[in-house]
């Protein structure tokens, strides 16, 4: 879907970029040996039976690489879980691309959320997903989402819907509370709204193949992506993954 807010979001860098810092600093802070109250904190929630803060986020940020760490090409899917169009590039291409180039391990794919404000339930959407990726489940609950698009985009307030989607998807209720409750995810979130402004992206979905060697706009089909994507395979080295994306929390490259 085109951006005509982009005004909006470039006005709201500085504070994303304040917020980036915060969460930069607040992980400093939880890490172990600062002191009794980062014990406390990391008592309280194994005594809860809940994952640490870092843990959460890092598995939320690996989680939504799917694919080969080897592969010679690394997709970028910049994507808004409400957006119409990025549901019919599921629809329509992601299926048959994922069989053909993701699971043959020629093909990376990493999930860059940009919760669009324009879609109120978005953020909500991208907070669900990541949080069930803290334990393993982000592409069944982005599968979920985009199949079931037309049950919650509507809703006043989707968090319920999402909850039972995830403990559908055998995601540990607690947990997932949690994290979503807490924003325990929404660093992740804002590093990747502040990376996809960096590449100027102005619509949703985006394809960024290998760091901006090719960029595709709009629902693509099957035939246009896997011929840029066929194009690059040959033009790429025999051997060589692309390199990890920034870790969560970390602010993006102007």
Known sequence: MKLTFARRLRAA???LAGMAALVI?????AQPGNGTNAQRGAAAASAAGLPPLDSVLARASRSREHGSQYARVTLYEVSDFQCPFCRMFFSNTYAKFDSAYV???KVRVVFINFPLPMHNQAFAASKAATCAGAQGKFWEMHDRLFQRQGEWQNQPDAHERFARYAADLGVNAAQFRDCVENDRTSPLLVNDLMQAMGAQVNSTPTLILNRGEKVLNGAVSYEELSAAVDALLAAAPAAGAQPAPPAPGTPARP
């Open 103 to 105: 699971k043959a391990g």
């Open 25 to 29: 600093s607040a992980q400093a802070c």
């Open 13 to 15: 860098a500085p504070l």
